[in-house]
């Protein structure tokens, strides 16, 4: 299949009347942007070295010298907001990515091939389902000591699960539909279906989805980093930043408020994101 | 008999529900020659799908199962096939095509694409390094399209699926079904989604394709004048069960059994006298559930006798190549 430039003009224009979603993909590439500069140029990108700790320059309300404020230590909260970006993006994206790709072949192949396959499958599923996804994360975490990846591998273990039922209930749908009827009559071997027809069909409300979830990722994984167990000290991550100004919330609202607004941004970001991309994966949208 | 390309014998075929037994398919018997084109006709519900299905391998087990019986292809039964045996029978050997154009192909992928999967899969199955030979493939899906007389196919095939009206996507689901050169083509109700032009024209090309590469055809319709358009032979089936058989024009002018005769009469004349109204066959289809003991269309028979509710009479022969299943004809 080659794209050519057609499609993408197509792309573009199905884009451009969706304003939201421009919205969306202006915060998600500024994201990524921001963790790409933050890995090449380290913290010489940001006005205030994040880790320096000052402690005269302590509680500082929001101003034109720190735009976020400073935090307890007299760090300046917006420096530590930026030099944050990749490890949120990384823990974002390898937790819904790897979840996607599990989530995504297990409900795949449990949906279309059913019977036995799909019952032992889906009760696994379940198992990590009936287990609350931030206890288990917990646990895991837990067991697996600090640090970034073991964070992201512990919040792996209850994320999965959702994108196999997704994937389930699409393959389902879409093994009635008789195109598959079709493909099999061709003589497609079971295996070449699910690959070439099922998960193709699948993808896009997967994807919806998934892009909707990062945002939920890096809030999860910074409640892990609350309990000790991701970023360790004084590596700044967003989350890890909410819940230390929780004590202060009182007197230095901005310590907590304001990388939380920066979560609910990015967040909010990937959801428009999202919506967008749903409408111009849509066949009958295009028209 | 050697000439069979498939052989049908005994097939029972149930559906088993929370709602009770169907029986979908009552001991039928039907045997398709090489190169011939078989209709299968009857009424809706009447298990003409269901056999395609059974054939094809397709029934969905659970809820439905076969009782008994055996479908001979190649000299073997493919009742007996695993899923892995009978993928490798699909497409090669027997192929089919669906009677909606408009959810038979896959949206989101090219024509092209769709029709080089199927040529793919035959070019491997006789010569592995063919099948990667992607020059090869396109050559032979532009042919294909050619053939379906599908105008400008270079482009054609770099289409989707919706930018295409419903007759275009039947033509591309024929090449589909007969660009793998298939021994049986099973085509259930191919133009009963067409409008009347288009269904002409999709006939002569099933026809004409059919027999460039020397397939058979098992040609399921509920119209009558389809079926006399393009069958060679004619299969009679009412409530799971074949009632009649035989060549197109013996079954047209000599229809035996009062069914055939009823479904006849019901069908309007192209000239002659003009009828004040069509004669119509009082009564419904059966529930399958509920099947009629004896003759399953006794209820609704305008001879009915009263060995009728008990007797069950099988396909006997009355004259060379005319079956019919009825108690008038038993003497």
């Known amino acids: 299949m080659s794209i050519d430039r057609k499609e993408i003009a197509l792309t573009l224009d199905v884009l451009r009347r969706d304003r939201l979603a421009i919205g969306g993909i202006g915060v998600v590439v500024l994201f990524i942007l921001t963790s790409f500069a933050v890995l090449i140029f380290g913290n010489s990108l940001v006005p205030y070295d994040p880790t320096v700790v000052n402690i005269s320059a302590a509680f500082q309300a929001p101003s034109l010298q720190h735009l976020f404020g400073t935090d307890n230590l007299g760090r300046d909260i917006f420096s530590r907001c930026v030099v944050a970006a990749p490890i949120d993006a990384e823990i974002g994206f390898s937790i819904v990515l790897v979840s996607v790709l599990i989530g995504g072949i297990v409900g795949s192949w449990a949906g279309y091939v059913g019977g036995r396959v799909d019952e032992i499958l889906m009760r696994i599923t379940d198992i990590f389902i009936a287990v609350p996804t931030l206890v288990l994360a917990v646990a895991v975490g837990v067991a697996l000591g600090p640090g970034i990846e073991h964070v992201i591998e512990a919040n792996l273990v209850g994320w999965w699960p959702v994108y196999a039922r997704l994937a389930r209930a699409g393959a389902l749908s879409l093994k009635e539909s008789q195109f598959i009827e079709a493909a099999k009559v061709a003589g497609l071997a079971r295996f070449k279906i699910i690959i070439k027809h099922i998960i193709p069909n699948n993808i896009s409300p997967i994807l919806v989805y998934a892009t909707l979830d990062i945002g939920n990722a890096i809030l999860y994984a910074s409640v892990l980093s609350y309990l000790g167990m991701g970023a360790q000290p004084p590596q700044a991550e967003w989350g890890r930043m909410v819940f230390d100004g929780q004590v202060y919330l009182t007197n230095a609202w901005w310590m907590s408020i304001l990388p939380g607004l920066v979560i609910f941004t990015v967040a909010l970001g990937f959801n428009l994101f999202g919506d967008g991309l749903r409408d111009t994966l849509d066949p009958r949208y295009r028209k | 008999m050697t000439d069979h390309i498939i052989q049908v014998n005994e097939l029972s075929v ?150 295409w009206s419903g007759g275009m996507r039947q033509r591309v689901m024929i090449a589909m079904a007969l660009a793998a050169k298939p021994s049986l083509m099973l085509a259930d109700e191919p133009t009963s989604a067409l409008d009347v032009t288009t269904q002409a024209q999709i006939l002569t090309l099933v026809k004409s394709l059919v027999r460039e590469v020397k397939a058979s055809v098992l040609f399921i319709s509920h119209d009558l004048a389809v079926v006399a358009q393009i069958a060679d032979r004619v299969a009679v089936m009412y409530a799971g069960m074949v009632m009649e058989e035989a060549p197109v024009n013996e079954i047209f002018e000599n229809p035996l059994h009062p069914y055939t005769q009823s479904l006849m009469g019901a069908f309007p004349k192209e000239t002659g006298v003009r009828k004040a109204r069509l004669e119509t066959i009082p009564g419904s289809v059966p529930n399958l559930a509920r099947i009629p003991p004896g003759c399953p269309f006794h209820p609704r028979c305008k001879f009915v006798k009263d060995q009728c509710s008990t007797a069950r009479p099988g396909l006997r022969e009355t004259s060379p190549g005319h079956k019919v299943a009825c108690v008038m004809y038993t003497q």
């Open chain 2, 14 to 163: 149930v559906f088993e529900t929370l709602q009770g037994r169907y029986s979908a398919l009552d001991k039928v018997d039907l045997a398709i020659n090489k190169s011939e084109v078989v209709g299968l006709v009857g009424e809706s519900g009447c298990g003409k799908s269901t056999l395609a299905l059974a054939i094809m391998g397709l029934l969905p087990r659970p809820p439905a199962k076969v009782l008994s019986g055996c479908i001979m292809f190649n000299g073997t039964n493919l009742l007996t096939y695993t899923e892995k045996e009978m993928e490798k029978v699909r497409g090669t050997g027997i192929s089919m095509i669906f009677q909606e154009p408009l959810t038979s192909l896959n949206p989101l992928f090219t024509i092209g694409d769709q029709l080089s999967e199927t040529i793919r899969i035959k070019m491997q199955r006789q010569n592995e390094h063919d099948g990667r030979d992607e020059k090869k493939v396109r050559a032979e899906v532009v042919e294909w399209l050619k053939r379906v007389d599908l105008a400008d196919p270079e482009s054609a095939m770099e289409r989707y699926p919706h930018e």
